[in-house]
Every structure is written in C-alpha cells, then in structure tokens.
C-alpha cells in the first residue's frame, strides 16, 4: 500500500495578467503540435490563450491552424510533475532566502517566455531556456482522438439535460461546503486576468522545499454572452471576448476539432460534448467532482489553484445518506463501512480496488444525550438465532400471529419463546415494539446468563510493573507514576471488587506483600532470574478497599525507596514472567513502565537499528518486527488467560519498541511512548495518559465476533488483539479508545438479496461484575452500479483500513513498497470511476472523483508521510516509528483523520478582543501549509497527541509577553507554558483546555516554537505540515498531480 499550501484567505494568492485574444476572427479549429510531433487525443491540454506579448493572427474566415511548440515545453494535462519550484514561505517578505535546488536569475522575476501563438513549419521556435532559469522534462504525449477542454474548477456538475454537455449531475445550485466555486451569472465567472509568475519566494531558513502553491492560474477562457441557456453549450466563441457568461455555469467547451461550425447541423452543435446528441446517450446518475489540471501553452502554470484543492477543514464528514435510508441502524461512531453500498458480485468486488470491509469501535463512548439500553430477558434467556446465533435486533421480522421470527442474517424461521410472545398489530409489527429496545435500537446491551460465563466474572485487576533502575529514578518516571496512581486509587473502576499489585525490578525482582493485616508492606527479593518463582503468591494480589492503607504507604515510600539506586541493569523479561505467574489465576490488566533496554535474563535484547545498510534492502523489515520470540509467545500465554498489557516506554536511548510493542499488540493492549521522559517536562501527559487508561471503562476477558449476511464473510482482522478461531477475536481488555477493523469478501459469484446484514457483538465482564453482550446492528444495500458503490463510499473507514494494511506491510516489506502500494490502489480506484464517464463525457485534462472520496488523496498523501511510513532512515527515529504504527493500529476513526490532517488554528486576533469568552471561540481551522502562517500571528497546531504553538517573529511583543513573561526572549526549548496573571494568558490556556476536553483520549504536550529557530521549528512543525513538499516528499499538488498522470495513462 501507498501515502503544500495557501496564504491567508484575505490575501490574494495570485499576480495577475492581462488578458489577450488570440483570435479576431471566427472560431477556428486548433491541433496543437509539438516540434518533434502532434500532440493528439484524449489528454491533450485545454486551450488557453497565449501570453500577453505574443504575436497575433488575424485571419479573415475560420481556418485549422496546428501552433508547434519548443520540445521543452510542458503540454498538455499530463505535462511532467515538474513546476517552478515555490519554497514553502510565510506571509512574510523579510524571510532571508536559503539555498534552493532552482533558483531564478538575479536580474530578474521568473516570467513567461513570449511566445508566438502560431508557427509556420519553416520557423524555428524560440529557445526556452536561459541561464539560471529550470530545464523543463520533454513533453508527455497524449492519446488520440480528444478534444481539448477548458478547466472546470473544483465544483459538481450541473444535471445534464437534453440542452446540455458535460458532467453529470448535482443540481445546479448546489454547492458543497467548504468549495471554491464561480460566482453567479451577474458576475464575471472568471477572476480578474493574471500576469506572469511572481519571484521565487525564499523557503524556511534550513530547509528546502518546493511548494509550488503561488503558480499563476491559467488564462481565462472567455467567450460571448450569447450562451443564455442554463448550464448549456453554444456555437464557439466568436474572436471578440466578453468578460463575463449570461449562463450560471462557467463550462463552456471549446470549439470541435476538425471541422468548422459551418459542417454541423444545429442538432449536432448542441450536443458536440459527446459528439452524438443527448437524446442517444443515457445520462449518468452519479455525482463526480473535478479539477482542472490542463496547463497552459507557453507558460511555467501547471493551471491548478491550491485554492481549490479539497481539503477537509470541517474533520471527519460521515455519510448521512446511508443513515438516512436505514434509520435502525447502529450509530458510524460504533460500525462503519467502507462503503455502504455492497456490491452484488465477485467481479463487481474486483473493480472496486479499495478495501472492502469494515471498522468496528465496539465501547465507544454514546452520542451525547443518549445511553445504550441495557435489556435483561431473565428467565427467558437472549433471543438468538438457533442456526447461526444471530442476536435479536431491529431487522428481524416476526409472522405467523406472533409465534414466530426470521433471522436477518441466515432467513432461518424460529419459535418465539413464550416469554417473549406478543401479538401483531395489522402492520405486522408487534404491539410491544415501542416496549422493546432490541427491536427499535440499532445497539444494544444484553445482560448474560450463567451459559454465557465459563467461570465466575473476574474482578477488575491492576498490576503495577515499574522499572526501578537508575535511569528511571534520575528521570523522576518513579516520582510521577507512584502519585499518579495514588491520586487514582478511589476511580478505579469496580470498587469494592478491585484487586491491586506491584512489582519493581532492576537486576532483580521485588515483590510486595500488601495483606491488609500488616501496616506497611513487606518486600522480598528474587535474584535467581533463571528460575523465577513467586513468594507467598497469595498475597501479592490483594482487594483495594481491604488494603488500601497498605497500598497508600507503599506508594508514599516507593520514589525515596530506591532514590539511591545506582543499579543500570533491567530484568524486564523475568519481571514480565513473574507477573503473569501472580495474575494468571485472574487475569487483568499488566501496567509496565519501562525505563531500560531489557538487559538480563529471558527477552534480553540488544542495540540494532543504527545500521544504515540495511535500510532499502530486503532486510530492512527486521528492524521493526521482534527480536527475539519470547515475546510474542509471552503475549499468546497472557491472551490466553485474560491478561492485557499496556507498556509506558520512557527511556531516552533505543528501547525496542518493536520487541516490547508485541505485548501490547496481540492482548489489546497499547504502547505510551515518551522519548528522552524527563519529569520536569513530560509530568502532565504521563500523568493524565496513565489516570485515563486506569479510569476509563473497560470491558474485561472479552471476546469479539462480527456476523454478516449469506454470500458475504470477513476474511481478514486488523488491529491490536489476538485471533482464538477464523473469526473471534480475543481481547482480554477493551475501552472506547480502541477500534479494529476487518476486510470482507464474497464467497458467492453473485448475491441474490437485496439488503446485507452486518452484527458486531462483543461479549465481556463489566467492572462491576455482570457478564454482558454489547451487540450493534447494520443493514446495507446490495448494488450492481459501481458508480453507486463510489457515491456510498466512506473515506474515514477506507483510510482507517489503507492505515493498517500500510503499517502490516512494513513488517514484511520495505517502506517504500508500503507507500507506494497505497498510491497504486488510490489510483486503480480512481481510474476505475474515471472509466465509468469516458465513453459519455469529454473529460480532457480533467482529474475526476467522486464527491464522496473527494479527500482521499489528502489523506493518502498524509497517511504517506506520517511517521511509520515516511521516508528512511533518517526521517524518524527506530522506536519512534513502532511506536507511532502501534498507536494507529488502534485508532478510532475520528482520531486517526486528525491524527493525519491536524487541526491548524489561528489565535492571535482572538486572544486580543477584550470581550471575547472561551465559549466564544470559533475559530476555522486553516490549510496544514507554511503558507498559511502569517509571521504577524500565533498559531496552534493539534494532531490530537500534541500541540505546537508557533510564535511569527512579528507577532506584537505585547502578546509573547503576555503569555510568557520574562521568558519570551529566552530559548523556546526550555520554556513550560503555564497560566500567567493575565487575561491573555488565561484565554490561551482556556483555548488549549477546551481542545483537550474535545479528545481526551491523549493529553496534547504544549511544544513552544518561535519561527525561524532551527532545527526546532523543522522538528516540531514544518516537517509536519502535510500539504507542503518537505524532506524530499511531494507537496499536496504535486500528489494530485502524480495521481492524475498514473490515472491517465491506462485510462
């Protein structure tokens, strides 16, 4: 699988150009031709204008005239992804200018090349090049048989009518939020003319990049007020211009190829779009969106404004058509699809090329306002399918009087218990339906009976690994962890019920006796780390609310128990096995905090990873799968006997995420990872990270089972748990901040019913001790339209999968491959869709999607560069990279889309209105790029694990002061961010409360950069922003740009 910018909305991003007509006469037909041949067919670039200063031609009647263009030149949409390079730069002309790979002469601005629009065969064109200036790739040619088309901006289509050519529909009123779009008919639809490319700005100082985002837009194609139907098409453009269009659209094609007007009946010229009249040619239902990317002849404009690209700024955008049509369907935030609509056969299933399944967050928290209704059937038992166990839901219907029930998922008729029996009102429905949660609610919780429970339901369970070594005590991780989790102990979940331990290690094992009969606890010391055995194991676990003046002392004394510990060694494989020997009778949750690369006994692993050699080859994978298999078989023995493990790495050297990572991963459990932890900085996150993952709600020794329809089977589960059988999935802990996902295929050639049923239901034991079934129900239509399975299409879901297959591949195959095999399928798909519009419409240089993937090659690109995909060795660290891939693995939806495209907000102006109140604050979210840092401004950063806060250098001295006091001038790196005596400051730190409060699964660490202070701005920020061309990764349009050409040519 496979993964720069705009300036401030007030600013105009564009120079401008004045505008020229080539043409004074009639319309003319045009074959553009390059000096080494003709340029023909299907991407030939849309005509433009030349340039100002070119000659011109005034024939007298119309003529076919072929212009020959240098060799050099870019032509067509598929010219090469080469442009100007445009360093990513602030609002800020004063940036010094830092090497750059192009840079243009220092007489002059880089401009367009005059050049003559037509050429006779005998004339030489022009040379194209001059010294200092870029040495264009040769020209792309294009298929033949096309028309050239004019751009059409990023907007949906109007309805095609029999008057009309074109896309197919939206109405023609309707416009997306968050879209650039024309303005209406009484306007000019076209901006004001451009003139040539600005300078080149410089980039950031030390780093360099090639945002080309300030290229000039095209020309503007103009044409006479003649056009008076709505959204339709006329005769060509007579050579007299007019500065504005009398229809509401701004798509009007140009003239046809090789004839003049004079050979088309008035039919024809109606319908010249699609070369036969509409009549003959069925219209397409689906919605599809565009960008324009042809360029212009003659001129370095690629003809895409970064303005247009799409961008999601209003987060994570859901379905709603698909909640509509089934309104008893579980909420998206528990089950969601890749797309809603499921196709109706195997070769429908092999066009579709995105991932095909599913992504299930089983404990989400509730929509606000609302609870899952918990149903006890009691004496009757739960309503189930006999044949496939199927739980009662909505969509199951009941006949016969009453008496009976058809399963949903496998059509099987069952007796309906007589408890449970209930008559039928004259619409089939039974008269208790509005009694009945589990027949009107999408998800629902069943209370379990003494079948469904193999043993008595265990008790929550917290058992403390710490790391007690030198580096751990000098950190100050002790000091923080034994507060934390004393200040926890009244919100452990299950009181009375709870049971605690502890175990520290060094170079040996330490165990605590915390029977409440004793007033302090009693330690006892295991050496031998050949053959662990536990002491007095019966009261090493012990109840909380027995022994919770025990427990109190231990944590009070721990931090000066081992102050003066100069031990450097780490037991952390015979800790981790004399742990699972104290838990295994129970299960629970194993918290390790790990400070020390394991060194001793069982697990011991050593430094790898600095090897620069192994990177690009074969064996580059190794590196980030476990060393040694003791691991892995440690996580198999804790699954099997319910325990979770969660492991808090705070080390500053190499760690090998990759080897402790696998405990989290296959228990469902999760890796906190804190580089270099120094108490004094990373305090709060540890602090709030480790209070949420002891008091949040968990669903203990669970297990996990998605149902589905006759001919559709999940085949494939993604995600940190452990597999039991084909298709149960075992987690011996789960919360709502964890998600897991599965792909899905067909196991008939073809599906007969009309509507597929999912049912995920998890089965697990609530802290206060019942056994419970959380069961969500989804329906989902079976199509046989591609084109219906792209408009149901869920970009959250499908980027959710494209993660986790990604960060899979990275353990067995290159980085490189991982990248490159989500831009494969991103382009397979939408080339696919680009296929479903070629035979009816002329899409010329047009990129096409639909309007429901219209972010995927954003998050694509993003999911590209985040940190366990992108780049080599140098771009992240080893462990940093492991870590990061566990994260994602377990990600909800929501999260993970910020987590790839994060929120970037402007604050300034808001924290200088005297009147303003945090419950005030709306502020838009802003383009991930450096040029929509303003160096006047502050700016906060949020990809939901941290945030930056940028401070421009000509932010007013007022504000910095502010916030930070006498610190404002000192180095950021050493500045703590807290409430000042101001107003300011409260307001700030108001703001970054509220954005926490939003997502608390992470605690946000406030990270202070001041523009220009390197490498720390590169570090924290300008590496981050996606949209820009950093480090050696496409910028946002050269993306787009590289998908388009791969789309194009097989298309």
């Given at each position: 699988?496979?993964?720069?910018?705009?300036?401030n909305?007030?600013?105009?991003?564009?120079?401008?150009?004045?505008?020229?007509?080539?043409?004074?006469?009639?319309?003319?037909?045009?074959?553009p031709?390059?000096?080494?041949?003709?340029?023909?067919?299907?991407?030939?670039?849309?005509?433009r204008?030349?340039?100002?200063?070119a000659?011109?031609t005034?024939?007298?009647a119309?003529?076919?005239?072929?212009?020959?263009?240098?060799?050099?030149l870019?032509?067509g949409?598929?010219?090469?992804?080469?442009?100007?390079?445009?360093?990513?730069?602030?609002?800020?002309?004063?940036?010094?200018?830092p090497?750059?790979?192009?840079?243009?002469?220092?007489?002059?601005?880089?401009?367009?090349?005059?050049?003559?629009?037509?050429?006779?065969?005998?004339?030489?064109p022009?040379?194209?090049?001059?010294?200092?200036?870029?040495?264009?790739?040769?020209p792309?040619?294009?298929?033949?048989?096309?028309?050239?088309?004019?751009?059409?901006?990023?907007?949906?289509?109007?309805?095609?009518?029999?008057?009309?050519?074109?896309?197919p529909?939206?109405?023609?009123?309707?416009?997306?939020?968050?879209r650039?779009?024309?303005?209406?008919?009484?306007?000019?639809?076209?901006?004001?003319?451009?003139?040539?490319?600005?300078?080149?700005?410089?980039?950031?100082?030390?780093?360099?990049?090639?945002?080309?985002?300030a290229v000039?837009?095209?020309?503007?194609?103009?044409?006479?007020?003649?056009?008076t139907h709505q959204?339709?098409?006329?005769?060509?453009?007579?050579?007299t211009?007019?500065?504005?269009?009398?229809?509401?659209?701004?798509?009007?094609?140009?003239?046809?190829?090789?004839?003049?007007?004079?050979?088309?009946?008035?039919?024809?010229?109606?319908?010249?779009?699609?070369?036969?009249?509409?009549?003959?040619?069925?219209g397409?239902?689906?919605?599809?969106?565009?960008?324009?990317?042809?360029?212009?002849?003659?001129?370095?404009?690629?003809?895409?404004?970064?303005?247009v690209?799409?961008?999601?700024?209003?987060?994570?955008?859901?379905?709603?058509?698909?909640a509509?049509?089934?309104?008893?369907?579980?909420?998206?935030?528990?089950?969601?699809?890749?797309?809603?609509?499921?196709?109706?056969?195997?070769?429908l299933?092999?066009?579709?090329?995105?991932?095909?399944?599913?992504?299930?967050?089983p404990?989400?928290?509730?929509?606000?306002?609302?609870?899952?209704?918990?149903?006890?059937?009691?004496?009757?038992?739960?309503?189930?399918?006999?044949?496939?166990?199927t739980?009662?839901?909505?969509?199951m219907?009941?006949?016969?009087?009453?008496?009976?029930?058809?399963?949903?998922?496998?059509?099987?008729?069952n007796?309906?218990?007589?408890?449970?029996?209930?008559?039928?009102?004259?619409?089939?429905?039974?008269?208790?339906?509005?009694?009945?949660?589990?027949?009107?609610?999408?998800?629902?919780?069943?209370?379990?009976?003494?079948?469904?429970?193999?043993?008595?339901?265990?008790?929550?369970?917290?058992?403390?690994?710490?790391?007690?070594?030198?580096?751990?005590?000098?950190?100050?991780?002790?000091?923080?962890?034994?507060?934390?989790?004393k200040?926890?102990?009244?919100?452990l979940?299950g009181?009375?019920?709870?049971?605690?331990?502890?175990?520290?290690f060094?170079?040996?094992?330490?165990?605590?006796?915390?029977?409440?009969?004793?007033?302090?606890?009693?330690?006892?010391?295991?050496?031998?780390?050949?053959?662990?055995?536990?002491?007095?194991?019966?009261?090493l676990?012990?109840?909380l609310s027995?022994?919770?003046?025990v427990?109190?002392?231990?944590?009070?004394?721990?931090?000066?128990?081992?102050q003066?510990?100069?031990?450097?060694?780490?037991?952390?494989?015979?800790?981790?096995?004399?742990?699972?020997?104290?838990?295994?009778?129970l299960?629970?949750?194993?918290?390790?905090?790990?400070?020390?690369?394991?060194?001793?006994?069982?697990?011991?692993?050593?430094?790898r990873?600095?090897?620069?050699?192994?990177?690009?080859?074969?064996?580059?994978?190794?590196?980030?799968?476990?060393?040694?298999p003791?691991?892995?078989?440690?996580?198999?023995?804790?699954?099997?006997?319910?325990?979770?493990?969660?492991?808090?790495a705070?080390?500053?050297?190499?760690t090998?995420?990759?080897?402790?990572g696998?405990?989290?991963?296959?228990?469902?459990?999760?890796?906190?990872?804190?580089?270099?932890?120094?108490?004094?900085?990373?305090?709060?996150?540890?602090?709030?990270?480790?209070?949420?993952?002891?008091?949040?709600?968990?669903?203990?020794?669970?297990?996990?089972?998605?149902?589905?329809?006759?001919g559709?089977?999940?085949?494939?589960?993604?995600?940190?748990?452990?597999?039991?059988?084909?298709?149960?999935?075992?987690?011996?802990?789960?919360?709502?901040?964890?998600?897991?996902?599965?792909?899905?295929s067909?196991?008939?050639t073809l599906?007969?019913?009309?509507?597929v049923?999912?049912q995920?239901?998890?089965?697990?034991?609530?802290?206060?001790?019942?056994?419970?079934?959380?069961?969500?129900?989804?329906?989902?239509?079976v199509?046989s339209?591609?084109?219906?399975?792209?408009?149901?299409?869920?970009?959250?879901?499908?980027i959710?999968?494209?993660?986790?297959?990604?960060?899979?591949?990275?353990?067995?195959?290159?980085?490189?491959?991982?990248?490159?095999?989500?831009?494969?399928?991103?382009?397979?798909?939408?080339?696919?869709?680009?296929?479903?519009?070629?035979?009816?419409?002329?899409l010329?240089?047009?990129?096409?999607?639909?309007?429901?993937?219209?972010?995927?090659?954003?998050?694509?690109?993003?999911?590209?560069?985040?940190?366990?995909?992108?780049?080599?060795?140098?771009?992240?660290?080893?462990?940093?990279?492991?870590?990061?891939?566990h994260?994602?693995?377990?990600?909800?939806v929501?999260?993970?889309?910020?987590?790839?495209?994060?929120?970037?907000?402007r604050?300034?102006?808001?924290?200088?209105?005297?009147?303003?109140?945090?419950?005030?604050l709306?502020?838009?979210?802003?383009?991930?790029?450096?040029?929509s840092?303003?160096?006047?401004?502050?700016?906060?950063?949020?990809?939901?694990?941290?945030?930056?806060?940028?401070?421009?250098?000509?932010?007013?001295?007022?504000?910095?002061?502010?916030l930070?006091?006498?610190?404002?001038?000192?180095?950021?790196?050493?500045?703590?961010?807290?409430?000042?005596?101001?107003e300011?400051?409260?307001?700030l730190?108001?703001?970054?409360?509220?954005?926490?409060?939003?997502?608390?699964?992470?605690?946000q660490?406030?990270?202070?950069?001041?523009?220009?202070?390197?490498?720390?701005?590169?570090?924290?920020?300008?590496?981050n922003?996606i949209?820009?061309?950093?480090?050696?990764?496409?910028?946002?349009?050269?993306?787009?740009?590289?998908?388009?050409?791969?789309?194009?040519?097989?298309?």
């Open positions: 699988m496979k993964t720069t910018g705009t300036e909305a007030d600013r105009a991003n564009f120079p401008q150009r004045p505008a020229a007509s080539p043409f004074t006469a009639a319309s003319q037909s045009t074959t031709f390059l000096s080494s041949g003709p340029v023909v067919g299907s991407e030939a670039f849309a005509f204008p030349a340039p100002p200063n000659p011109q005034t024939p007298s119309p003529q076919t005239t072929r212009p020959y263009l240098s060799s050099g870019m032509v949409s598929e010219a090469s992804g080469f442009r100007p390079t445009q360093p990513v730069r602030y609002n800020d002309p004063s940036i010094p200018r090497p750059s790979s192009f840079v243009p002469p220092p007489t002059g601005t880089l401009q367009h090349h005059p050049t003559p629009q037509f050429f006779s065969t005998a004339q030489a022009p040379p194209r090049t001059s010294p200092g200036q870029p040495v264009f790739p040769p792309i040619r294009a298929p033949a048989g096309h028309v050239p088309s004019p751009p059409v901006y990023l907007h949906s289509q109007p309805q095609i009518s029999s008057g009309q050519m074109g896309s529909p939206q109405s023609i009123n309707y416009v997306p939020s968050g650039s779009v024309p303005p209406s008919s009484s306007d000019s639809l076209f901006s004001a003319p451009r003139s040539t490319l600005q300078p080149l700005q410089s980039a950031f100082p030390g780093y360099s990049s090639k945002s080309p985002n000039t837009q095209p020309p503007p194609v103009q044409s006479a007020p003649v056009f959204g339709g098409y006329g005769p060509p453009p007579p050579a211009s007019t500065p504005f269009l009398a229809h509401q659209r701004g798509y009007v094609p140009p003239p046809p190829v090789a004839a003049p007007p004079a050979f088309y009946s008035r039919e024809q010229m109606q319908h010249q779009g699609s070369g036969l009249p509409m009549g003959a040619v069925q397409l239902t689906e919605d599809f969106s565009s960008l324009s990317l042809a360029s212009v002849p003659g001129s370095l404009d690629p003809g895409l404004d970064s303005k690209l799409p961008r999601p700024l209003d987060g994570d955008v859901e379905p709603k058509s698909f509509e049509m089934y309104p008893l369907n579980c909420n998206s935030r528990y089950l969601r699809l890749t797309t809603s609509a499921i196709p109706n056969s195997q070769s299933t092999s066009r579709w090329h995105l991932p095909l399944g599913a992504v299930v967050c404990l989400a928290e509730a929509p606000e306002g609302e609870e899952v209704p918990i149903v006890n059937f009691a004496t009757t038992g739960i309503i189930r399918c006999r044949r496939c166990r739980y009662v839901n909505p969509y219907t009941f006949t016969d009087g009453g008496r009976k029930f058809r399963c949903n998922i496998c059509a099987l008729l007796d309906v218990p007589g408890d449970y029996f209930a008559q039928l009102d004259a619409n089939g429905r039974r008269i208790d339906l509005n009694e009945r949660p589990e027949l009107t609610k999408g998800t629902v919780e069943f209370i379990a009976p003494a079948e469904y429970m193999v043993r008595p339901p265990m008790p929550p369970l917290y058992f403390f690994v710490i790391d007690v070594s030198i580096s751990a005590v000098r950190s100050g991780m002790l000091e923080v962890v034994a507060q934390t989790i200040s926890c102990l009244d919100r979940p009181f009375p019920r709870t049971q605690i331990g502890f175990i520290t060094d170079s040996s094992i330490h165990f605590y006796n915390m029977k409440s009969s004793l007033t302090q606890p009693q330690m006892m010391v295991v050496t031998d780390l050949d053959d662990i055995f536990v002491p007095l194991p019966d009261d676990l012990v109840n027995e022994s919770r003046s427990v109190d002392v231990f944590l009070d004394s721990l931090p000066s128990m081992f003066d510990n100069v031990n450097m060694e780490s037991a952390f494989g015979p800790a981790i096995k004399a742990a699972f020997m104290v838990m295994n009778q299960g629970g949750k194993m918290l390790i905090f790990q400070n020390t690369l394991p060194s001793l006994g069982v697990g011991r692993l050593r430094l990873g600095d090897d620069l050699r192994v990177y690009g080859t074969d064996k580059e994978h190794t590196l980030r799968i476990p060393e040694d003791f691991y892995k078989q440690m996580a198999a023995d804790c699954t099997k006997y319910q325990i979770a493990v969660n492991v808090y705070l080390s500053d050297k190499y090998d995420i990759a080897s402790l696998t405990l989290a991963k296959y228990t469902g459990g999760q890796i906190y990872y804190y580089p270099s932890f120094q108490s004094s900085i990373h305090k709060e996150k540890l602090r709030h990270e480790l209070a949420r993952d002891l008091t949040r709600e968990t669903a203990w020794e669970s297990v996990l089972r998605i149902r589905c329809g006759k559709v089977r999940f085949t494939t589960y993604h995600g940190n748990f452990m597999l039991r059988s084909t298709d149960l999935i075992a987690l011996p802990a789960v919360d709502c901040d964890k998600a897991y996902a599965m792909q899905m067909l196991e008939e599906l007969t019913t009309q509507t049923y999912f995920v239901a998890l089965l697990y034991t609530s802290s206060s001790g019942e056994r419970r079934i959380r069961v969500h129900t989804a329906a989902a239509p199509v339209e591609l084109g219906e399975m792209y408009r149901q299409a869920d970009t959250g879901a499908i959710s999968l494209f993660c986790r297959l990604a960060i899979e591949k990275t353990l067995s195959y290159k980085l490189e491959e991982a990248r490159s095999s989500i831009q494969q399928r991103i382009v397979k798909a939408f080339r696919e869709y680009r296929n479903l519009y070629a035979v009816q419409h002329r010329g240089g047009r990129m096409i999607y639909p309007e429901s993937l219209k972010f995927l090659p954003l998050y694509g690109l993003a999911l590209c560069k985040s940190i366990p995909l992108r780049g080599g060795y140098a771009d992240a660290q080893l462990d940093e990279r492991c870590a990061a891939g994260t994602m693995m377990a990600l909800p929501k999260n993970l889309l910020k987590l790839l495209y994060p929120n970037l907000v604050v300034d102006e808001y924290l200088g209105k005297a009147s303003s109140k945090p419950d005030e709306n502020i838009s979210r802003l383009p991930v790029t450096a040029e840092l303003d160096s006047r401004g502050l700016y906060i950063y949020d990809d939901g694990l941290r945030f930056v806060i940028w401070f421009g250098k000509m932010l007013p001295p007022d504000i910095a002061m502010n930070l006091g006498e610190d404002f001038a000192t180095d950021f790196s050493r500045v703590i961010l807290s409430e000042r005596d101001s300011m400051s409260r307001k730190m108001e703001i970054l409360k509220k954005f926490r409060e939003i997502d608390p699964s992470y605690y660490m406030n990270h202070l950069v001041r523009q220009g202070e390197q490498p720390r701005e590169g570090f924290f920020l300008l590496t922003l949209e820009d061309q950093v480090g050696g990764m496409n910028g946002y349009i050269d993306w787009i740009q590289q998908i388009h050409r791969q789309v194009q040519q097989n298309a």
